[in-house]
């Protein structure tokens, strides 16, 4: 059954490989901070930075998390981090399967 109103967010952040990604996502989602994090490899981001235009390969992390949890989730990503500045980015689910948003809320609730 669809669900149209959730604290349901997906945070969107990015890794400089996938070893990286790896221990993020792990360690977020062991602290009950992440219900689920995908990882997909292969980006090339352009990007400026300190005044140059930048070109790296990523890693693109979409985090599903609570409006709860953000503020320990972004501090917890500025501390597993290498870069100085994590891109963070968060996105409002606007709607979803009602069994899978019960799921996501339950698995990032304050232990």
């Known amino acids: 059954m669809l669900n149209e109103t959730t604290a349901a967010r997906i945070v969107i952040s990015t890794a400089a490989s996938e070893e990286e990604a790896a221990k993020i996502a792990r360690e977020l989602v062991e602290r009950g901070l992440a219900a689920c994090i995908s990882r997909l ?48 980015l968060v996105l409002p689910v606007m709607a979803g399967g009602g069994g899978y948003l019960e799921w996501l809320l339950s698995s990032v609730t304050k232990q």
């Open 41 to 88: 490899p292969g980006l090339r981001s352009v990007y400026r930075w300190q005044g140059a235009v930048e070109e790296a390969e990523e890693v693109l992390l979409l985090i599903k998390t609570s409006q709860e949890r953000l503020p320990e989730l972004e501090a917890a990503l500025q501390e597993l981090h290498s870069y100085d500045v994590p891109e963070f």
